[in-house]
Structures are given as C-alpha cells and as structure tokens.
C-alpha cells in the first residue's frame, strides 16, 4: 500500500486541516527536527492523533534527524539579497564549520538553491540569485567537503525520545555510507527504538555514489530532491532519480520521492500540469511513498495539496492495474 506523507508546520497544525488531509488518504507526518526539536512538539503530536482517530486511521510520524546538514542560523535574518549586491559573509549566518573553509570563487547555494552567492575576498559575497534570506534554511557548497559527525547532540536527544513519543519512522539526512546508518542503527538500539523504520536519504553526492553499498541497512531510500538537486547539476536530477528508482526495484527495496512534487500550491489552491505529472511518474517507477514538504508545513492550501497528491497517485495506481490487465 502506497504511503502519502505530509510535514508538520503553522500551515497544517489544526485539528480540522489534519483531519482533511487523514480523510483525503495521508497515512502520516513527517517532523523536521531542523526546526523544532521531539520535546517541543508534544501538542502537534497529539493533534495528529486525533484527526487520524477521527479518519480511522493510526498515524505515522516520522522525524527527520539533522545529521550533517548545513543550515545558517538566526541571528540577523531574515535578509534582503539583491542581485549583484556584495555583503559581509557575516550576513548569511553561516555555521562556523563551513565559515572557516571557505575561500574566494566557492559558491553557495541557499534555501534548497533558490538563492545563490559567490564568496569573494575580504569575507564578503556576491549575490548571484537574490531573493529574502530566511532563518534556518540549508545551504550547500558544492565541491566543499565539509566534515561534520552523523548524529548530533540534539539527534541523540530526539533519538532518546522518539520510542516515548510514538515515532515510527526516522530520516537520515546526508547519508554518506554505512557509517552513518550503523551509528544511527546503534543509536536507535541503545534508545530502545529497535522497531523504528529507517529512512534513508540521498542528498549528496558520497551517499548516491555508495548508495549500492549502503542501501541494505535503510528500510526506505529518500530521493531527496532539495538538497540532491543541489549536489548535480539540475538537468542531470530527473536522470539521477530514475536511476537511483531502478537500483530500488533491482533489489527490492522501498522509496520513497519527496521534494516540490506540488510547489506551486504554496500559494495557487490548482498545481501545474507538470507538477501532477512528476507525482505520477514517481507512482510509475514504484515509489512506494511520496512526501509533501512545505506546501503542507507553510502553504496556504495544505489540505487541497494532499488531495492532489492523493488523488493523483491513486490514478497512477490504477493505470498500473489497467496496464497488467491489458
């Protein structure tokens, strides 16, 4: 059975738009633990709860752990970026651990590359695609090893009370190769979290050119299509994904396809054409679960979002079956 996740945010956190996106077909939520830590989202929890009650439906929740991900902080943002303007890198909040490796032509892209700088000398920046810089969003450096350890403080935390908060499933961010997913495998053992799913994502580089290598240790590889479309070149995305697809069904194993599957309806209440074509597309290659990100968390229409999302992938369903039965 197909699994339609959606993600927790200020959009979707009401008893009455939870409980039309359980009865539109969502199986689940997805917390991202960037944002909010485990203990503080107790209420959102137990509003999930009982809007999957009313639908007759027992909710997944699955955290997505931090890990090695690169985010810039809050102090000073949100900011303005202008196109051409140059500023002090001290304005992007970066973390400390990329600040200190950067040097003159590195690029960085912003925001799942929404918006881009070039870093130049003097510590500064050239805006290369402006746009508002808000707290919290990722940020990459494209050839830029950065080193960083697989958990956290704060994921070790999470971890600790996952098995006390009902989570089902957790999502390794920046898989890099069996080391991070025995460390997490570790973890969840030493946590009692020994039934909890692991998902595994693909967003880098090092992790979808040992995918093949690692894959066996996740119950479900993520095809991480934000920070992953960061990693390649975008025209390269769509072939990057079909191919990671067919390693899955080559051997047998579950992914799941998130990332802008219906971006637009952040703020259009009707998603492109393109838009329902890629969620079918993604049923057809045999995803067995699509995630919708911020159209749910921050969108203006989150529970239309997953009725299309829904819908569009029983459709694909049943192409499927009709497809056999020719």
């Known amino acids: 059975?197909?699994?339609?996740?959606?993600?927790?945010?200020?959009?979707?956190?009401?008893?009455?738009?939870?409980?039309?996106?359980?009865?539109?077909?969502?199986?689940?939520?997805?917390?991202?633990?960037?944002?909010?830590?485990?203990?503080?989202?107790?209420?959102?929890?137990?509003?999930?709860?009982q809007a999957a009650a009313c639908c007759g439906v027992v909710p997944q929740v699955l955290m997505d752990l931090q890990g090695p991900e690169l985010r810039v902080g809050r102090d000073g943002l949100p900011v303005e970026l202008s196109e051409g303007a140059v500023l002090p890198l001290e304005r992007l909040c970066l973390p400390a651990v990329l600040r200190e490796q950067l040097r003159p032509d590195q690029n960085l892209l912003l925001d799942d590359g929404k918006l881009q700088v070039a870093v130049t000398e003097g510590n500064c920046c050239r805006v290369l695609?402006?746009?508002?810089?808000?707290?919290?969003?990722?940020?990459?450096?494209?050839?830029?090893?950065?080193?960083?350890?697989?958990?956290?403080?704060?994921?070790?935390e999470n971890l600790r009370l996952a098995?006390?908060?009902?989570?089902?499933?957790?999502?390794?961010?920046?898989?890099?190769?069996?080391?991070?997913?025995l460390e997490l495998r570790k973890a969840l053992k030493d946590y009692d979290g020994e039934n909890i799913r692991l998902f595994a994502k693909v967003e880098n580089l090092s992790g979808l050119e040992s995918l093949e290598n690692w894959m066996d240790l996740a119950d479900c590889i993520v095809i991480a299509r934000g920070d992953l479309g960061n990693a390649v070149p975008l025209w390269q995305?769509?072939?990057?994904?079909?191919?990671?697809?067919?390693?899955?069904?080559?051997?047998?194993?579950?992914?799941?396809?998130?990332?802008?599957?219906?971006?637009?309806?952040?703020?259009?209440?009707?998603?492109?054409?393109?838009?329902?074509?890629?969620?079918?597309?993604?049923?057809?290659?045999?995803?067995?679960?699509?995630?919708?990100?911020?159209?749910?968390?921050?969108?203006?229409y989150p529970a239309e979002a997953m009725d299309y999302l829904c819908k569009t992938a029983a459709e694909a369903q049943n192409f499927l079956r009709e497809r056999k039965e020719l």
Not at 129 to 134: E, K, M, P
Not at 164 to 171: E, L, P, R
């Open 237 to 300: 995305l769509p072939a990057v994904q079909k191919r990671v697809a067919a390693l899955c069904r080559a051997n047998n194993k579950h992914f799941l396809v998130v990332t802008q599957m219906l971006a637009s309806m952040e703020h259009r209440a009707v998603p492109t054409r393109a838009e329902v074509s890629d969620i079918f597309n993604a049923v057809l290659d045999g995803a067995s679960a699509l995630m919708l990100t911020g159209e749910t968390a921050a969108g203006n």
């Open 163 to 181: 098995p006390k908060m009902g989570v089902t499933g957790v999502m390794q961010s920046f898989v890099r190769g069996r080391e991070d997913l």
């Open 129 to 156: 695609r402006g746009g508002t810089l808000l707290p919290g969003k990722s940020v990459a450096a494209p050839g830029l090893t950065v080193q960083m350890p697989a958990l956290t403080t704060a994921d070790h």
């Open 1 to 49: 059975m197909m699994e339609l996740y959606g993600t927790f945010g200020p959009a979707c956190t009401s008893l009455p738009v939870l409980t039309e996106m359980f009865r539109a077909g969502m199986c689940g939520l997805r917390l991202n633990l960037s944002h909010r830590s485990l203990a503080q989202s107790g209420d959102w929890l137990e509003l999930a709860r």
